[in-house]
Structure formats: structure tokens, C-alpha cells
């Protein structure tokens, strides 16, 4: 297989986080373009995602202290395809490493008021 490097920059929202700690600590972060409705994905917020590894251990921390699940990041690193690789139970050619991010807005909470609960559609979060 021929090896191949690209960068990559990429904005969505968080769809979830793994910490793998063994045998250097990995963070894996699965990025959404966009929530799906019920319709597209009964019971299942982020059906499209991409997962990326993190593995510098100081970015693994500031993840991890400043973003959550549902907030929207603009992230950046690199895309390199070398050889299989052990991911889990199975193996992947393609590994994509961020190396910055940046958090573009965070999950608005619900608001409750006298039993009713309200919320912005996800089109009028701001970017």
C-alpha cells in the first residue's frame, strides 16, 4: 500500500469521546456534521461521524476540561494512511490525528419554566 499524508480542518459537533489508556493514553472524538431528526435516526442523535484520535496527553486535557458532548469544535490536524493498524477488535488504514481545536459554541441547555420545557431549533444555534 502506498502511504499517504494529507492535513485536514474540520468543524461539527461532538458526538462523543472515548479515552483509551492503554499503552499510551488515546482520546477518541467522533465529530457529527450535524444532528440527525428522528426521522432520519430514531433514537440515535449522530448517525453520520468521523472519528479522530487525539494523543498529545496536554490536548487530551484540554479537551477534556473544556468541551462536551453537543458542542460544536473547529478542529485541525493530520490524515495519514500507512498500513493497517489494531483499532479495538478490528484494523483501520486511515487515522485521522487532531492537533488543535477551537470550541465555536456550546450545547444551549433546556429551559424550564412552569413545567414547560423550551428550546431553540438547531438552526438558530449560532455557528
Known amino acids: 500500500m ?17 479515552l483509551m489508556k ?33 494523543r498529545e496527553h496536554q490536548l487530551i486535557k484540554r479537551f477534556q476540561s473544556l468541551i462536551s458532548i453537543g458542542d460544536v469544535i473547529e478542529a485541525h490536524g493530520s490524515f495519514a494512511q500507512t498500513g493497517y ?3 479495538g477488535n478490528r484494523h483501520v488504514d486511515t487515522i ?21 420545557i ?3 431549533p438547531h438552526s438558530c444555534l449560532p455557528n
Open 2 to 18: 502506498q502511504p499517504y499524508f494529507m492535513n485536514f480542518h474540520v468543524k461539527g459537533e461532538v458526538a462523543g469521546t472515548l
Open 118 to 120: 423550551f428550546s431553540l
Open 85 to 87: 493498524l489494531p483499532q
Open 22 to 54: 492503554s499503552p499510551e493514553p488515546k482520546l477518541l472524538v467522533d465529530i457529527s456534521p450535524e444532528p440527525a431528526t428522528q426521522a432520519q435516526a430514531p433514537g440515535f442523535r449522530y448517525p453520520a461521524r468521523v472519528c479522530f484520535t487525539v
Open 96 to 116: 485521522f490525528e487532531m492537533r488543535s481545536f477551537q470550541q465555536r459554541s456550546v450545547k444551549i441547555p433546556e429551559l424550564t419554566y412552569g413545567g414547560h
